[in-house]
């Protein structure tokens, strides 16, 4: 996040120079009622405003000088991104280059030859492996049904055409007199077989550039009458200068495997007629470019972008509450656990610890019933007759039927379920707060109240400030509570079905995603990852301005 | 003159702060009495409707009127929880260690090692984090399903996916191992150490609280998780979970004959998994605070 | 035991922030050199360059002739003590201190009798069982000496060893570090911004500010011949004081004016100024604080002062005194000098007059700041 430039409120100088980003500037000033123009302040005259003041004075900040900043430096930092991209391009052209015209003729073979170079410096080990995994390369791009066949066969990404030539289909066979499938391709591993090419061709790629860079090294060490790395001395610093690379190596293939590959595959899928009708096997599906994201722009009954944003918003709120409503209250009972004279402290934090323990599905599948028209709580509130006339004039049975009163309810059991966390965490901070600023302050004249509002809250909430985002962020795909406690019901009759299943008030995105992607008859995988992409942009749009406008996610010694 | 108002004034005041405080602590107290009872409440009425006799449905009081053993007989004998529950047991302890290992690999680099691409793998993880993670399953689901590893073989498959990917969660760790002073690698490494020696002669010794706490969190996943193990189970009965095969009772169509058994089946997964937690509490707290206060 | 050899070194974190510059020092096999400098002057770094702790940007450093830059700190063969100690917590002293050996695989006989032949030399034999945490910084800081010790190392690194300790330890420490030397007679480098230190440690000193090295030389030789005013003022305490004034050359003879004083250059400072041939003109004039002395209103060389803190430090007088034009200035006064009614005179406002002799003075150009006779 370095990278996209850290703005604070001392570091921010309002520039009347043209940038290229002038625009959005232009933008901002254009919503504001009245055109501000921002003087910047220095320290002595800012200390000298009263609290009102500051306050105008930093929102003016915000809004004329911090947003456009931090969109400018976005801009700034996507454009430094391509040139970077186009400076190293070129180092690496003059570099190879170079390496060729210089280089004696053991390494103007291994450009032909992987590790020839290394053959050549006595680095054989370094050397075998290089041809070997050339050798490879060569023979799977080559052999029938190897790269270049799954290649061809995929037509990658050419809009209109099948993934996978051949449809399966059932025809007659005289042998059983009946008609019989005949397999032909399936699209989902026609695609897979493909991409998986491509990342070996990049990986080729990248080994070349490697050996060819390591055989250039060798002749310079060489040269300065220097020894090389034998092969024993590259086995051994693996266990010393290179260790990273003996630890990363499992926990990464993993992730390579299991995440960037599928998410990968995902963003393809977006761009293909993959569905349950579609499913690759019976029926192959086919590149359609952008024409999915049409789709979302339906807001008519049952369309995907009236649903997409019914779910959003709702997906929005529920984090927001989840979020804050655990937050504040975990704090407040830390507090309490926390404050002097409280006995068995103890007792109380393994109390609410339990919470954590006991698998979810256990305490929120029985905490859902509870609310059910015949569980306890559910029958006792339908007696109050308030809820009771409520329930009646809306042909409601029990109270997860009401879309508001399920969507209260769930964020109230969250409640239930989050305070443990959060008191645990604020624990932890509680205990960390230095003891003497409590005494210097109490030597100013501080009551309890202004103890708590003027040290433990700001000191709190600066810690705590980073957290916040990823429980935020945790609760936008907080499956297991939604899930297990309604399944996203009661049924959204507004929306009806969107992406082939039937929607509910209390759906999540995710939720929603799981039931889309489940293997049902209506799957709609493509539809799934375009929602997934969208929820991508949305993550990190919110991280990144998080990131870049809160101040507690920065200056972290301040409290240090 | 003065100064003995002056210490009047003090033993008011001190008086005052006292008895205040005694009705802050009264009133917190009640508080506290009062959330133990909803915290509480849950697990009791489980508890005890598991021994409820009288009928299987959901009734809405919750002292049975019959107590017994009939529920917790019938899950062990008629249904097949006793394999879920053994699948789960082993998934725990598959993820445990391996999940350990994956996690302590990663935070251990990333926060104890420097070499060139490492911002660039941090970022590349916290930008993998925000693509929910659920759709990765699309393909791996299939692939699975040619490799045999859903359905029966879910168990295995499952503890693949949670493992795998399981690097990318190495903030709480890498927070650990960030608290411990850099210096210490430095001696060592002067002393005559290799890196691998730092690891595992200096470092690992140190980090036992941190380790306790990735294998109690690789431990508890299989036991929690509903999303990916239906995903990957798909309703086939031999490779079910317990969080899978329970849900499924607590169905419409199905609450009416399964509630107290469901509510045995909780008492029996809960029991060990919180007796567990509750051992190692002290090293769960540290863990938590830890990754919080290093963000 | 060895020789080391520093040739052009040069640290440049990320691309341009350069921590050291040209580092040149030829270090004697069995020297005591101590780098010293204000924080932020390259000093570590030079030091972990040398442990192998940090990459060497340029430049090579030789140790007993063999080029190190590409070699693990674990084949240099150099012991270090860090300025936190860095003990292992969960070994005991006594496995704290074998760490080296046991990694070396050293048998149990020997490790024994090395460790605690070091523990007795520094008096930590009955800590030996136990664990760091239950030791007082000064053990801690003999433990972190020992595990140095046990090693037959060929360089002794030691970054700010002392920082970490109070005054008064500190003092007893640096005796025994003194001691230590004899002791274990190898190749000493140590680092720290503690100018006293360094004057009472090293063999030779090398000061160093902003990664550049400033002077290399015995603690006589920079006390006695600071190259430049930098050097001048870090090297003594209370710090030299400093006068713009001119120089002036009058039949053969030299004369300073600060403050309308006018001091004849006597001694061989003089001769040093009659040998260089200087013209005079405007200087920085240095004089240290206890080379001035008290003085009366009809002495010609008297400089008028107010007092304005008089610091009692037992054996001798601080005085901060302010001249008419503002100037601040020093004045160091041994309490046996002084007789009591004139001690009671030196009381804060009074007005006093302070001289001193021309053998004692230091001469920079007002420009470079640097010493006009080196």
């Known amino acids: 996040m370095d990278e996209m430039g850290i703005v604070s409120r001392k570091d921010i100088v309002y520039h009347r120079r043209q940038c290229p980003f002038d625009f959005i500037r232009g933008f901002v000033y254009r919503l504001l009622p009245v055109r501000m123009i921002m003087k910047r302040l220095n320290d002595l005259e800012y200390l000298k405003l009263n609290k009102l003041q500051v306050l105008l004075y930093n929102l003016k900040l915000f809004f004329c000088a911090i947003l456009p900043q931090f969109f400018k430096n976005i801009g700034l930092s996507i454009l430094n991104f391509f040139k970077n991209c186009g400076l190293w391009v070129k180092n690496e052209v003059v570099d190879i280059v170079t390496t060729f015209t210089k280089g004696n003729w053991a390494v103007k073979l291994s450009f032909l030859f992987f590790g020839f170079g290394n053959f050549y410096y006595g680095q054989i080990l370094r050397g075998i492996l290089f041809l070997v995994f050339e050798i490879i390369f060569i023979g799977y791009m080559l052999i029938p049904s190897g790269g270049l066949y799954w290649l061809a066969k995929s037509n990658f990404l050419q809009t209109g055409k099948t993934v996978g030539t051949i449809q399966g289909r059932f025809e007659y066979n005289e042998l059983y007199d009946t008609d019989v499938w005949v397999q032909g391709d399936d699209s989902v591993k026609v695609m897979l077989y493909a991409l998986l090419t491509i990342i070996f061709i990049i990986a080729f790629i990248y080994t070349w550039r490697l050996q060819v860079k390591q055989c250039r ?50 963003v393809l899928v977006a761009f293909t007629s993959y569905d349950a009708a579609h499913d690759g096997y019976s029926n192959l599906f086919s590149w359609v470019g952008l024409e999915h994201f049409n789709e979302l722009m339906d807001f008519g009954k049952g369309g995907l972008g009236l649903a997409f944003g019914e779910i959003l918003s709702w997906t929005l709120m529920w984090a927001f509450f989840a979020t804050f409503t655990n937050y504040f209250l975990g704090m407040f009972v830390a507090i309490m656990i926390n404050k002097k004279g409280i006995k068995i402290k103890k007792f109380w934090r393994t109390v609410l610890v339990m919470t954590i323990a006991i698998p979810q599905f256990v305490s929120l599948l029985y905490v859902a019933k509870l609310f059910d028209s015949a569980g306890i709580i559910g029958k006792l509130l339908g007696q109050v007759p308030f809820v009771s006339e409520y329930l009646t004039s809306n042909n409601f049975i029990s109270l997860w039927d009401s879309p508001i009163v399920a969507k209260v309810l769930v964020i109230i059991i969250n409640i239930w379920v989050g305070i443990p966390y959060i008191m645990l965490m604020a624990t932890g901070i509680l205990m960390n707060i230095p003891q003497d600023l409590y005494e210097s302050s109490r030597i100013d004249g501080a009551s309890a109240w202004q103890q708590y509002s003027k040290i433990t809250l700001p000191y709190m909430m600066f810690v705590m400030g980073p957290y916040l985002l990823t429980s935020f962020v945790g609760n936008l795909n907080n499956f297991n509570v939604i899930y297990l406690l309604t399944t996203g019901n009661p049924l959204n009759t507004d929306i009806g079905t969107a992406g082939g299943v039937s929607v509910g008030h209390t759906d999540l995105l995710i939720t929603w995603l799981y039931k889309m992607t489940l293997n049902s008859p209506e799957s709609k995988y493509y539809l799934a990852s375009l929602i997934g992409i969208l929820v991508f942009v949305v993550v990190a749009v919110l991280s990144l301005i998080v990131y870049n406008v809160m101040p507690s996610t920065r200056n972290e010694e301040d409290y240090g | 003159m003065m100064k003995t108002n002056h210490d009047n004034r003090i033993r008011k005041t001190g008086m005052g702060a006292k008895a205040s405080r005694r009705l802050g602590n009264t009133i917190v107290y009640v508080i506290l009495v009062l959330i133990t009872a909803i915290w509480l409440f849950p697990f009791f009425g489980l508890v005890l409707e598991s021994f409820r006799v009288e009928t299987a449905m959901q009734q809405s009081y919750l002292w049975p009127k019959e107590f017994g053993w009939d529920n917790y007989i019938r899950l062990f004998k008629e249904t097949d929880f006793m394999l879920w529950f053994k699948n789960t047991a082993i998934m725990g302890v598959a993820t445990a260690v391996l999940q350990t290992f994956f996690v302590l690999s990663m935070s251990y680099v990333l926060s104890r090692l420097r070499f060139k691409g490492r911002k660039g793998l941090m970022n590349l993880m916290l930008i993998l984090g925000m693509f929910p993670g659920f759709l990765t399953m699309i393909l791996i689901y299939k692939v699975f399903t040619d490799l045999g590893l859903t359905m029966a073989m879910a168990p295995v498959g499952l503890i693949i996916v949670y493992c795998a990917s399981s690097g990318m969660g190495y903030y709480v760790s890498k927070g650990f191992f960030d608290t411990i002073p850099k210096s210490l690698d430095e001696a060592a490494r002067v002393d005559g150490a290799t890196r691998w020696q730092v690891f595992y002669k200096v470092i690992m010794p ?52 399964n509630y107290t058994m469901f509510c045995a089946a909780g008492v029996v997964v809960a029991l060990p998994v919180t007796l567990v937690f509750l051992m190692l509490q002290k090293y769960y707290v540290e863990g938590v605070t830890g990754g919080a206060v290093k963000g | 035991m060895a020789t080391v050899k520093l040739t052009n070194v040069k640290k440049i974190y990320g691309k341009d922030t350069v921590a050291v510059q040209d580092f040149n020092l030829d270090i004697a096999d069995k020297e005591f050199i101590v780098f010293v400098g204000p924080s932020g002057c390259g000093k570590s770094t030079t030091l972990r360059m040398i442990a192998g702790l940090e990459d060497i940007s340029d430049g090579t450093v030789e140790i007993d002739g063999v080029v190190v830059n590409d070699l693990q700190p674990r084949d240099r063969n150099i012991a270090m003590v860090f300025q936190n100690y860095a003990l292992y917590p969960h070994l005991t002293v006594f496995e704290n201190m074998a760490f080296s050996l046991r990694l070396k695989k050293v048998p149990q006989d020997e490790v024994y009798e090395r460790v605690t032949a070091a523990a007795e030399i520094l008096g930590i034999t009955e800590y030996l069982t136990r664990k ?7 053990q801690r800081q003999r433990v972190a000496i020992g595990r140095a010790m046990v090693r037959d190392s060929k360089v002794f690194l030691m970054d700010e060893p002392l920082s970490n300790l109070d005054a008064k330890l500190r003092n007893q420490m640096r005796a025994e570090i003194i001691l230590l030397r004899q002791k274990i007679d190898t190749t000493f480098i140590y680092v720290t911004h503690d100018q006293t230190e360094a004057m009472t440690l090293g063999d030779r000193i090398v000061i160093m500010k902003d990664g550049f090295i400033q002077q290399v030389g015995t603690p006589t030789e920079v006390f006695d011949m600071p190259i430049n005013l930098f050097v001048a003022e870090f090297i003594g305490a209370p710090k030299m004081n400093t006068f713009k004034t001119n120089l002036i050359c009058e039949d053969g003879k030299y004369y300073v004016t600060p403050y309308g004083a006018k001091i004849e250059v006597t001694g061989k400072k003089g001769e040093m100024l009659r040998e260089a041939g200087i013209k005079g003109g405007e200087i920085l004039l240095g004089v240290r604080p206890e080379h001035m002395t008290l003085s009366t209103k009809d002495d010609p060389a008297a400089i008028p002062c107010k007092i304005t803190v008089n610091e009692m430090m037992g054996s001798e007088l601080h005085l901060h005194v302010v001249e008419d034009n503002g100037d601040k200035l020093i004045v160091r006064i041994p309490t046996v000098t002084l007789e009591d009614d004139q001690r009671k005179s030196l009381v804060f406002g009074n007005t006093i007059y302070v001289t001193f002799e021309g053998k004692v003075m230091h001469f920079f150009d007002a420009e470079t700041e640097k010493n006009l006779l080196v």
């Not at chain 1, 495997?257 to 998410?263: G, R």
């Not at chain 2, 189970?233 to 079910?240: L, V």
């Not at chain 2, 969080?243 to 199905?254: D, P």
Request: hydrophobic content about 50%; overall charge neutral; aromatic content about 10%.
């Open chain 3, 132 to 138: 760091p945490r239950a030791l007082s910084g000064g």
């Open chain 1, 217 to 266: 090294i060798c002749m310079d060490i060489t040269a300065k009458g220097k020894k090389v790395k034998s092969g024993k001395d590259d086995m051994k610093s693996l266990l010393d200068d290179q260790f990273h690379k003996t630890l990363l190596s499992l926990p990464l293939f993993g992730i390579m495997a299991f995440t960037v590959l599928p998410i990968i595959y995902m």
């Open chain 2, 206 to 257: 140190l980090s036992k609280p941190i380790v306790i706490y990735t294998i109690l969190m690789g431990f508890m996943a299989p036991w929690g998780d509903f999303m990916l193990a239906s995903y990957i189970i798909h309703e086939n009965s031999a490779g079910m979970n317990v969080a899978v095969g329970v849900f499924e009772w607590m169905s419409k169509t199905m609450v009416n004959e």
